[in-house]
Structure formats: structure tokens, C-alpha cells
């Protein structure tokens, strides 16, 4: 079955740091690819999307790339903000747009 | 953002009693599913519908039932909660086959429950 696979967390980084969450995944077919973000006390949000291989997703200052080769979509950002810090979740679109999450990743930006 | 009302948000119960979380949606969407959050576990699916008393099961079904009677209402019902059904609970909805087909899923503010 659909699988996701996040790396394990969590992640503290300073403000202005580099920001690199890798997430890979297992499928049948060519699924939407997501990023989710949850702040305290709140819902996820969708961060950016990925809709077919080579499709770069994009928002915030956020991105990832769809590479269909390596079945990955890690997330990227160059300077992380201490607005930052939520948990961040990787997902992929199956059957009846059931998604299947990773685990989260925790991410705290000290000032 | 997407009209996505859960009730309760927060509920504390006993073991053996049972439990309804409700999820009330204006977007006038096909599908709405049901997620657990649990830490070291990430969400999972407790149940779908894709549309009115169309249902499905999750990867987490058991000791969950549902019902959708309305477009617009999805219900979790925990027939006799236990203390391993702790956890926040999420609604979500889809536009899937409404004419779009990224997939997105948007979502409520989650319910958190309690079995004592």
C-alpha cells in the first residue's frame, strides 16, 4: 500500500538557518504530493503542492521538487523565521483523494 | 478558508460511554473523512464518504462507525469509547471529482478527546 516516510525529528534550527525535511514515498500510479503545516492549537494547512513529476510546489518561501526518480519531495527553505516553527507534515494522494500522511516533523526556529 | 465547523472541540468522557463528534461543512463538497492524530504516528484514516450514505473504511476503523444523512454532515460515532481512542480527532473535506484533481484535502480545527 501507499506509504510516506518523513525523517525523524525534531529539528531546531536558528533564525536565518538553511531548512532541509526530507520525505520519500512509496505508491501505485503518480500521486499528488503534499505539504502540510500545523501550528499550535490549530488544523493542517496545505503549504504547497506537487501535482505530477518535475512540478515544483512553492509558497512562503517554502519549495519541493516531485522527482518521480528517487520518489521524493523534500522540503527546502533558505532562512527559516521563528513564524516558522510548527509541525510539518508530508503527504501523497491516493484512491478517492484519501491521503496518506507521514509521521510529522517538529520544527523549532530559536531568535 | 474552508467552512469546516467540528463539534465538540473538546471532550472528556468515560470508558465504556458513547461518543459522537460531528463535522459540519458550507462548501457543499463530495467527500469528508475523519483522521486521528496521534504522536509517533502522524494522521490516519478512520473512515470516508463520498457522498450521501456512501461510506468507506480507513486504515483505523475498528471500534469507529459513521454516517452521512446530509451532504453537509459527517458523524464519528465511538459505540463504547476506550482510553486507546484518546486523541484529537480531524475532519476533512474534498473537492475530488467536482472538477479537481490535485487532491487537496482541507481541514477543521480537529476535536480532542479525552477516555478516562
Known amino acids: 500500500g501507499d506509504s510516506v516516510t518523513q525523517m525523524e525529528g525534531p529539528v531546531t534550527l536558528s533564525e536565518e538557518a538553511f531548512l532541509t525535511i526530507n520525505c520519500t514515498y512509496t505508491?501505485?500510479?503518480?500521486?499528488?504530493l503534499f505539504w502540510y503545516v500545523q501550528y499550535p492549537g490549530e488544523g493542517l494547512q496545505l503549504l504547497l503542492k506537487?501535482?505530477?513529476?518535475?512540478d515544483k510546489g512553492s509558497n512562503k518561501g517554502f519549495e519541493a521538487t516531485y522527482r518521480k526518480e528517487t520518489t521524493s519531495f523534500h522540503l527546502e527553505k533558505g532562512s527559516v523565521q521563528v513564524s516558522d516553527s510548527a509541525v510539518y507534515f508530508c503527504a501523497l494522494s491516493g484512491v478517492n483523494s484519501k491521503l496518506t500522511f507521514g509521521k510529522g516533523i517538529t520544527l523549532s526556529v530559536r531568535p | 478558508d474552508a467552512g469546516i465547523t467540528q463539534s465538540p472541540r473538546h471532550k472528556v468522557t468515560e470508558t465504556g460511554t458513547p461518543v459522537t463528534l460531528r463535522c459540519h461543512q458550507t462548501?457543499?463538497?463530495?467527500?469528508m473523512y475523519w483522521y486521528r492524530q496521534d504522536p509517533g504516528h502522524g494522521l490516519r484514516l478512520i473512515h470516508y464518504?463520498?457522498?450521501?450514505?456512501d461510506t468507506d473504511k480507513g486504515e483505523v476503523s475498528d471500534g469507529y462507525s459513521v454516517s452521512r444523512s446530509k451532504t453537509e454532515d459527517f458523524l464519528l460515532t465511538l459505540e463504547s469509547a476506550t482510553s486507546s481512542q484518546t486523541s484529537v480527532y480531524f475532519c476533512?473535506?474534498?473537492?475530488w471529482g467536482q472538477g479537481q484533481e490535485s487532491g487537496e484535502l482541507f481541514f477543521g480545527e480537529g476535536s480532542r478527546l479525552t477516555v478516562l
Open positions: 464518504s463520498y457522498g450521501v450514505k
Open positions: 506537487a501535482t505530477k513529476a518535475d
Open positions: 462548501e457543499n463538497h463530495r467527500y
Open positions: 476533512a473535506i474534498s473537492d
Open positions: 505508491a501505485t500510479g503518480y500521486p499528488s
